[in-house]
């Protein structure tokens, strides 16, 4: 049988040790339950990736963009500035990134105020936009996202890092 070793680090060197003594057996066996039940999640997860195309740009002058992910949660609201409605779509990728598609769909006066949205000939005003957003954590995303947003996202991100919260009750 093979051998192993695993290195443990003084601060979780009790965890280890109460987890030998809750299992009542070899801690081998209470080690390599985990990793079965980690490894089968992950490969869950690679399961409902597929190919996703977005169109990038401004106006009619957008470009494909593709690469492979899964869905994880859609969002809608204002700019920072509450000047824009937006749309975005938010992915998981196979090299576990976090991509953001945003688009600018409206001026938010045509929620707000039709009339004057209508007067001021904002409907004139070709402002769809599309721009994707990449980031391995929530740090590197923080700055491109409206706030509203950022706070979804990383939402997101906390729940995909820790699936199922375990209750000591």
């Known amino acids: 049988m093979p051998n192993k070793t695993i290195y443990v680090s003084e601060k979780d060197a009790s965890l280890f040790e109460q987890a030998k003594n809750i299992a009542g057996e070899a801690l081998s066996s ?12 992950n490969q869950d997860k690679k399961k409902g990736m597929k190919d996703v195309t977005l169109q990038i740009g ?15 949660g859609d969002w809608s609201g204002f700019s920072d500035d509450k000047v824009w ?9 196979q090299k576990d990134n976090w991509a953001v598609y945003l688009v600018t769909v409206a001026k938010a006066s045509l929620l707000t105020d039709r009339k004057a949205w209508k007067e001021s000939g904002d409907y004139l005003i070709n402002s769809n936009k599309a721009e994707l957003f990449v980031g391995a954590n929530k740090e590197e995303l923080k700055n491109d996202l409206p706030k509203e947003l950022f706070i979804t996202v990383e939402g997101l991100i906390e729940k995909d890092t820790i699936p199922v919260e375990y209750l000591d009750i």
Do not use: H, M
């Open 30 to 41: 209470v080690i390599v339950r985990a990793l079965s039940e980690f490894v089968a999640r």
């Open 58 to 72: 401004l106006g009619d002058a957008k470009r494909e963009q593709r690469f492979v992910g899964s869905w994880v």
């Open 85 to 93: 409605w937006l749309n975005a779509t938010i992915y998981k990728t």
